[in-house]
């Protein structure tokens, strides 16, 4: 394998799409006038709800925390956001932040993983309020590297013993259209790639799980990965990133034709869940954000509510998972209109049902404890 260096992982791994922000802080090419580094609160204060059912239990699976600059979103951004729901856990999902800046390269992920399972201990002592922050970290790994990955994994559940449960290495590749920053050594394809896939297989030595970020286009990619490794567990990000800009930019009906197939395909595979959410970023193509005013939680329902329905359908809600996506989907919404919006669209599900969605898978997927 041709030696990569660490601007090449993150740039094949999606960087600049893979949340909507990354190091630059913003979508490259993509910027509106409230397509900023940093949401524009006063901007989503404009659309004011109050929670809906604020004591529904939530376990939120997805979201980031980072310090850039500029673009600062840390534990007291994250309690803020949540404090109207019933947010009783969260997961952290990687996103580039506080990398070592010494030491092996591949090594230097392991510097994130250290970063969270700080935050996560001040949140468990109980001095920030209720919520549980981060009682599941999901770090990154070069799985290019092959068996040589291992020791990375090893280093992750060192730095986090009780709390680290998986890796995202990200599959989001589109034409320069859509990912305009897009390394030219981008594989379009690394979910297939037999030297990704050498360091996938030691997922399941060491019972962690992965992350599938990717867009509508490469689905298929994902169900392949499923199929060859039946006993690693993945977690399909973002509803499987349908796109809306670019050369996609006005073809919603052909997107939503392409991706329910791709989507139907995956759920066939019981070591497959999905995240629901996560739609709301530039890469989507609704446009919140050139909006005078955010959304509405009705108007969120109007406009996600046939992929939502789709995928839980599929899966089923046992193996589906509401997601905020904070800070990145921030940008389109507030987070009690975000979750506002999840209630509202459940409201003909049984409790049970609900549960699995809002709490419970989650809680079975992460290994999480009772909070």
Same mark, same amino acid.
């Given at each position: 394998?041709?030696k990569?260096?660490?601007?090449?992982?993150?740039?094949q @791994?999606?960087? !600049?799409t893979?949340g909507?922000? @990354?190091?630059?802080g913003?979508l490259?090419?993509?910027?509106?006038?409230?397509?900023?580094? +940093?949401?524009?609160?006063e901007?989503?204060?404009?659309?004011?709800?109050?929670?809906?059912?604020?004591?529904?239990?939530?376990?939120d699976?997805h979201?980031?925390?980072?310090?850039?600059?500029?673009?600062?979103?840390?534990?007291?951004?994250?309690?803020?956001?949540?404090?109207?729901?019933?947010?009783?856990?969260?997961?952290?999902?990687?996103?580039?932040?506080m990398?070592?800046a010494?030491?092996?390269?591949e090594l230097?992920?392991i510097?994130e993983?250290?970063?969270?399972?700080?935050?996560?201990?001040?949140?468990?002592?109980?001095?920030?309020?209720?919520?549980?922050?981060?009682?599941g970290?999901?770090g990154s790994?070069?799985?290019?590297?092959?068996?040589?990955v291992?020791?990375?994994?090893?280093?992750?559940?060192? &730095?986090?013993?009780?709390?680290?449960?998986?890796?995202?290495?990200?599959?989001?590749?589109?034409d320069?259209?859509?990912t305009p920053?897009?390394?030219?050594?981008?594989?379009?394809?690394?979910?297939?790639?037999?030297?990704f896939?050498?360091?996938y297989?030691?997922?399941?030595?060491?019972?962690l799980s992965?992350?599938?970020?990717?867009y509508?286009?490469?689905?298929?990619d994902?169900?392949d990965?499923?199929?060859t490794?039946?006993?690693t567990?993945?977690?399909?990000?973002?509803l499987?990133?349908?796109?809306?800009?670019?050369t996609?930019?006005?073809?919603?009906n052909?997107?939503?034709a392409?991706?329910?197939?791709?989507?139907?395909?995956?759920a +066939? !595979?019981?070591?497959?869940?999905?995240?629901?959410?996560?739609i709301?970023?530039?890469?989507?193509?609704?446009?919140?954000?050139?909006r @005078?005013?955010?959304?509405s939680?009705?108007?969120?329902?109007? @406009?996600?509510?046939?992929?939502?329905? !789709?995928?839980?359908? +599929?899966?089923?809600?046992?193996?589906?998972?509401f997601e905020?996506?904070?800070?990145?989907?921030k940008?389109s919404?507030?987070y009690?209109?975000?979750?506002?919006?999840?209630?509202?669209?459940?409201?003909?599900?049984? &409790?049970?049902?609900?549960?699995?969605?809002?709490?419970?898978t &989650?809680?079975?997927?992460?290994?999480?404890?009772?909070?």
């Amino acid at each position: 394998m041709a030696k990569i260096t660490r601007r090449d992982f993150f740039n094949q @791994a999606g960087l !600049y799409t893979a949340g909507g922000l @990354a190091l630059s802080g913003a979508l490259p090419g993509l910027a509106g006038k409230k397509s900023m580094a +940093q949401p524009a609160l006063e901007w989503l204060s404009l659309t004011a709800e109050a929670a809906v059912e604020p004591e529904l239990p939530i376990i939120d699976p997805h979201h980031h925390l980072w310090e850039r600059p500029g673009n600062t979103y840390m534990l007291a951004d994250l309690l803020k956001d949540t404090s109207a729901h019933n947010v009783r856990q969260t997961v952290f999902v990687e996103c580039t932040s506080m990398y070592r800046a010494d030491g092996p390269e591949e090594l230097k992920v392991i510097g994130e993983t250290e970063f969270v399972q700080g935050v996560a201990a001040k949140s468990a002592s109980g001095n920030y309020g209720e919520t549980r922050v981060a009682t599941g970290i999901v770090g990154s790994a070069n799985l290019r590297l092959g068996d040589a990955v291992a020791p990375v994994l090893e280093a992750h559940m060192a &730095a986090s013993p009780q709390r680290f449960r998986g890796i995202r290495h990200r599959a989001a590749w589109a034409d320069l259209s859509v990912t305009p920053n897009r390394s030219p050594n981008a594989l379009e394809h690394v979910l297939l790639d037999p030297d990704f896939r050498k360091g996938y297989a030691h997922l399941r030595t060491y019972g962690l799980s992965f992350e599938g970020w990717l867009y509508h286009t490469h689905i298929a990619d994902l169900s392949d990965l499923a199929k060859t490794f039946p006993d690693t567990t993945i977690i399909l990000n973002h509803l499987g990133g349908p796109i809306g800009i670019g050369t996609y930019a006005g073809r919603r009906n052909e997107v939503f034709a392409a991706w329910k197939p791709a989507i139907a395909e995956l759920a +066939q !595979y019981p070591n497959v869940v999905a995240k629901v959410g996560g739609i709301q970023m530039v890469v989507n193509g609704y446009g919140w954000h050139e909006r @005078a005013a955010p959304p509405s939680s009705d108007e969120l329902v109007a @406009a996600n509510q046939d992929w939502y329905d !789709y995928i839980i359908e +599929q899966f089923g809600p046992q193996r589906c998972m509401f997601e905020s996506n904070f800070p990145v989907d921030k940008l389109s919404c507030s987070y009690t209109v975000l979750w506002n919006q999840f209630k509202k669209l459940t409201k003909g599900y049984s &409790a049970n049902e609900r549960a699995a969605m809002f709490h419970d898978t &989650a809680k079975r997927v992460y290994r999480l404890p009772q909070v």
